[in-house]
């Protein structure tokens, strides 16, 4: 518990380092110009889509029907953006989570390690770039398979917000833990620290999903005001972005000091 306290203090001083605010830009401009072109095309058919899975569909009929029982008649124009999005938006989270991995991680574990804490720590290069960017994609894909699993629970508009942090939270642990180590621990130390710290860790990843979703009902609210949305969606996923940045940060302080406790431990016991 110290260790993670000590952690999530130094991560939340951190995040306001004039770089680390700058490397939060990065991800999130190049998730912002995918989803652009993206939308661009996809859309329209998206909205067509929503529409006749409202009107024929029963897993969402109970819900238009729902709202004219309770003279909520004003919301079935946007009912049909608001389901695009509650489909739109975990895919979006999820793609911000990989790009964060894949090109900012190792910037922010740079920073982290150059502080006087670490600084001596001996990298014994234990993972590969090749390792992270095939457990991304297989972590991913297992992700992407609970959401489908879990899809038809997301159309009661509480759960949106609470189901999809804890299948974020496993992926944030899975991808975070590996970047972090695959540097400085060996394969050994690697796979010991993760077995060891494996429900802090999800804790820790959890609790970055549920600070996610404070931004969700902001975002899923602006949809009431449509000439808003855009300004709050550019606004939003750059918050995502600095969440995603902290959940670096956390990872690497907390497993970082795991490692170097985990050293002297076993140079004590020689």
Known sequence: MNILLRSFGLSLRDIFHPRIVWLSIRPFAIT???????????WTPMLDFTKQLITESWLTQWLADLIVKIGWD????????????????????????????????????GHVSRQNTYREMESLQGGSLLGSVW??????????????????????PPLFAFIPPIIWGWLTAR???????????????????????????????IGVGLLGA???????SSIFMLVLFPFVSIFMLWVYSLVFIFAALWFSHYLLFALKQHRQLQGESI
């Open 135 to 156: 457990l991304t994609i297989w972590a991913t894909g297992l992700c992407l398979l609970g959401m489908l699993i879990t899809l038809p629970f997301w159309w009661i």
């Open 32 to 42: 912002g110009l995918l989803w652009l072109v993206i939308l661009w095309f996809s």
């Open 74 to 109: 004003g919301f079935r124009g946007v009912l049909s953006p608001y389901l695009a999005l509650v489909v739109l938006m975990p895919l979006l989270v999820v793609s911000l989570l990989m790009i964060v991995s894949l090109t900012t991680t190792d910037a922010v574990l």
């Open 175 to 205: 991808l975070m833990s590996y970047d972090v180590l695959a540097l400085h621990a060996s394969s050994v130390e690697r796979s010991h620290l993760m077995r060891l710290h494996r429900w802090q860790l999800l804790g820790m990843g």
């Open 214 to 220: 404070v931004p969700t009902f902001f975002w899923f």
